[in-house]
């Protein structure tokens, strides 16, 4: 697999470089050693970037796991920060490190909307913020999602990508929802995300990434 190219490294290169604007930022303690953790990470992403193995193989090789697992020391170490959109955007970024294991099992990925996380769950409620809506959506955990579409109602169900959190005024949107109904909750399979109309989230992380 030509890993230089697979959108899930790519991401996970972008992930490295946002973190350490962010944690610049970031209210805790311990950010210089944050810093140098992150550098350290970088070295470790540009190792995997460069492997060319298949995406089975890249859990063992020991600077993908290690990547992985400073990720989730990263992010348990600063979970008491405050809860600023900083600390939300960071979290998300650690969280998709430390989430490349269970990417890594979708096998080799040709689009870049399949390099991302995605939820089916029910929409329970809904305020309206300055002609936007926003939803609250359980998917077996809780998502703050942002839409301008009145078609997402409370009782229906509904798929969320889960893209890095945007932020609308006061609020934070934690995805954006995609025009399907699996009538389930949890994580969507590879097999039902290239099931999606994804031409919207695709845009988005090619911009990411650009």
Do not use: H
Not at 88 to 109: D, H, K
Not at 160 to 166: F, M, N, S
Not at 180 to 203: F, M, T
Request: one cysteine or more; glycine letters at 6%.
């Amino acid at each position: 697999m030509d890993t230089s190219q697979d959108f899930r490294i790519r991401m996970a290169e972008k992930a490295i470089a946002e973190l350490e604007k962010l944690m610049q930022n970031v209210k805790v303690q311990r950010r210089k050693e944050f810093l140098k953790e992150l550098k350290t990470m970088q070295s470790y992403v540009q190792v995997v970037k460069y492997s060319y193995m298949p995406p089975e193989q890249l859990a063992q090789l020991s600077e993908f796991s290690n990547l992985v697992k400073k990720a989730w020391e990263i992010r348990n170490a600063i979970k008491n920060a405050e809860k600023d959109f900083n600390y939300v955007q960071a979290n998300y970024w650690l969280e998709y490190v430390e989430s490349l294991p269970v990417l890594m099992t979708r096998g080799e990925i040709s689009r870049a909307y399949e390099a991302i996380r995605y939820f089916s769950g029910e929409i329970t409620n809904r305020v309206e913020i300055g002609g936007l809506w926003l939803c609250t959506f359980d998917c077996n955990f809780r998502l703050d999602v942002v839409t301008n579409s009145e078609a997402f109602k409370p009782g229906r169900y509904a798929v969320v990508a889960y893209l890095p959190p945007r932020r609308f005024g006061d609020v934070v949107s934690e995805g954006m929802f995609v025009d399907a109904d699996l009538g389930k909750k949890g994580e969507l399979s590879i097999d039902e995300i290239r099931g999606l109309d994804a031409g919207e989230v695709e845009a988005i992380i090619l911009n990411i990434l650009s």
